[in-house]
């Protein structure tokens, strides 16, 4: 397999390095998952996006018709990598807008929807939440119960979601709802593009056990939305929603992320001790570190081939749930690892004036759910594998 790239290509991630020097802004906090301490990065984090939209690198892969880069596969890759290896902010503002809503507009959307969302989502101007996940239904998406009956040139939804991540904030939300009851499962399902401001919707945060509140529970009494914002044919929603999925999937900023903190563990391991010398000197310790090394390595190469499969026009099926596992597991034993290192101080958390690196680690250990459970349980992606990649019997 040859992982290297063209002279174009090369010159390609030289232009983005180029980039990268001249307009990277330049953040107050260092812990970048604190909602808090970065609120005052807002400004300078909206013209990082005029600049990005301006080099037409968000939505760097959606056709250059509607707005996009017309970017390629590998070059996407490349612009994620380079952005990720400086720990440099999102590509764009609107995270779901640009990774579910607008993928799914593109092929999906009436003329007169293009139109009116695709801007705004690459300008970050509209926040978008997704109304997928629900009570009873678990990881099985295709279970949703969340109904929506046509009257006249209008749905009435009724139903709840859960989990539905920044319903706060978003101005819009794209719902999966049960339009047909009779129909099989994944047939009875269809798409609508639903403001939040609509009359009906409720909004209730979720208190997570790291203190913050990134998700909601969303409820639904007698809400009516105009067919006008469906997206996609009646009982269409579940291709919208797997098409959706078909972007670039290497997993490459999730690698960097993870590199990033490998790195902080390593100078953590450095700075404590345990038994009167530096905690990396301990067999233990050192083992830990190097498994977690060698999973983010096996990461890096599965989205080579990822990659490696799309610029062959192959579909991309079960082999994305080994990436997702093996990341489950590095964001539950990175915090594990982290609270053994410091000790008896790794009880400490933000609050404390002893805690160390000022409660960072303990928040990592609490902050797991999203990236474990968001997309899919570890269970579920290895009854994937299993049955999908193995060919080992169904599970019952």
């Not at 999102?90 to 929807?113: D, F, H, N, R």
């Not at 998406?141 to 109904?147: E, R, S, V």
């Not at 700075?271 to 233990?284: H, L």
Request: glycine content about 10%; aromatic content about 8%; hydrophobic content about 40%.
């Amino acid at each position: 397999m040859d992982f290297t790239f063209s002279p174009e290509e090369e010159a390609f991630r030289a232009e983005v390095r180029a980039f990268i020097r001249d307009h990277l802004p330049k953040r107050s906090g260092q812990d970048q998952m604190d909602v808090e301490e970065g609120m005052s990065d807002l400004p300078a984090l909206y013209q990082w996006n005029q600049d990005l939209h301006a080099k037409r690198w968000v939505g760097f892969n959606w056709p250059r018709e509607v707005g996009g880069g017309g970017g390629t596969i590998s070059e996407q890759m490349i612009l994620k990598e380079e952005m990720a290896r400086v720990k440099a902010p999102m590509l764009g503002l609107s995270y779901m807008g640009l990774a579910w809503v607008g993928p799914a507009l593109i092929k999906y959307g009436t003329q007169e929807q293009r139109d009116r969302h695709i801007g705004p989502i690459l300008r970050g101007e509209i926040q978008w939440c997704t109304g997928y996940s629900e009570p009873g239904a678990g990881s099985d998406l295709a279970a949703l119960q969340c109904k929506a009956v046509r009257d006249g040139d209008d749905y009435v939804v009724n139903g709840q979601k859960i989990w539905t991540s920044l319903a706060m904030w978003a101005q819009w939300m794209i719902l999966l709802v049960r339009t047909d009851p009779h129909a099989s499962k994944h047939l009875g399902i269809t798409c609508l593009l639903v403001p939040m401001s609509t009359p009906g919707i409720t909004v209730k945060p979720i208190k997570e056990m790291n203190g913050g509140a990134m998700f909601a529970e969303v409820f639904f009494e007698e809400v009516r939305v105009p067919v006008a914002n469906r997206l996609g044919a009646e009982g269409q929603g579940w291709d919208v929603t797997k098409d959706a999925l078909a972007n670039e999937r290497s997993s490459i900023a999730d690698v960097w992320a993870l590199k990033h903190r490998l790195e902080a563990i390593r100078d953590l391991a450095t700075r404590r001790t345990r038994r009167g010398r530096p905690a990396i000197e301990d067999p233990a310790i050192r083992q830990r570190i190097a498994r977690m090394e060698t999973q983010v390595e096996a990461m890096r190469l599965n989205g080579l081939r990822f990659v490696t499969k799309q610029l062959r026009g192959e579909p991309l099926g079960a082999e994305t749930s080994i990436n997702k596992l093996i990341r489950a597991r590095i964001e539950i034993e990175s915090g594990r690892l982290a609270r053994d290192i410091e000790g008896s101080f790794g009880i400490l958390a933000k609050k404390s004036p002893h805690a160390v690196d000022k409660g960072r680690w303990q928040k990592v250990m609490l902050s797991w759910p999203p990236f474990v459970i968001g997309g899919g349980t570890p269970n579920i992606q290895k009854n994937v594998i299993a049955e999908r990649i193995l060919g080992l019997p169904h599970d019952v």
